[in-house]
């Protein structure tokens, strides 16, 4: 991880393994929906862990318990810091769209450029990025639709925000 991770202060207590209990003081923290839509999210990870090795296929939804993140590893933590982002943009935003899908999409269309925190809750600071269409790369993962209703959410927010779980989201740029 960087000297000057952004997600240092949500993981402080969790050490390199981000376990259930651990992600849903993180979700409570950012967030207002039920944990179970972050926790969804955080399982599509590529350094998600089980107790006796990888998730076998449908095993998160009868397993629920017996999972950690590998936040040492920079594509889990990569995705982690989407997944974060993308679950207090949801909530802020009001989206009817899940995490999971708010977090795949979420580089398409902004940058985190800091996250701090305060009394007051967690605070966001994301550059919104000039969005032209849908990536080629997303385009047959997410509906054309969908997408463009999103980046417009985003495009259209005011530059500073409540998080309803408590702090703020700024936008900067276009």
Same mark, same amino acid.
């Given at each position: 991880? *960087? ?38 999210? %955080? ?30 590893? *920079? ?17 802020? %935003? ?7 899908? #708010?977090?795949? #999409?979420?580089?398409?269309? #902004? ?24 990536? *080629?790369? %997303?385009?047959? %993962? ?31 740029? *276009?």
């Amino acid at each position: 991880m *960087p000297d000057d991770d952004p997600l240092d202060f949500l993981l402080d207590h969790a050490g390199a393994e981000l376990r259930r209990e651990d992600a849903e003081k993180v979700a409570r923290r950012i967030s207002r929906a039920h944990p179970d839509e972050f926790f969804d999210a %955080l399982v599509r990870a590529e350094g998600i862990r089980w107790g006796d090795g990888q998730r076998p296929e449908g095993s998160f939804e009868i397993h629920d318990q017996d999972w950690w993140i590998d936040t040492a590893d *920079p594509g889990s933590h990569a995705h982690l810091l989407d997944v974060v982002v993308a679950a207090a943009l949801a909530d802020a %935003l009001r989206l009817e769209l899940s995490t999971t899908w #708010v977090a795949r #999409v979420l580089p398409a269309a #902004v940058a985190v450029e800091a996250i701090t925190h305060d009394p007051a809750g967690v605070h966001l600071r994301l550059r919104r990025k000039p969005v032209p269409g849908l990536p *080629p790369h %997303l385009a047959n %993962l997410v509906n054309a639709e969908d997408f463009r209703e999103f980046t417009a959410a985003v495009l259209a927010a005011h530059e500073t925000m409540p998080l309803p779980a408590g702090g703020t989201v700024t936008f900067t740029g *276009p």
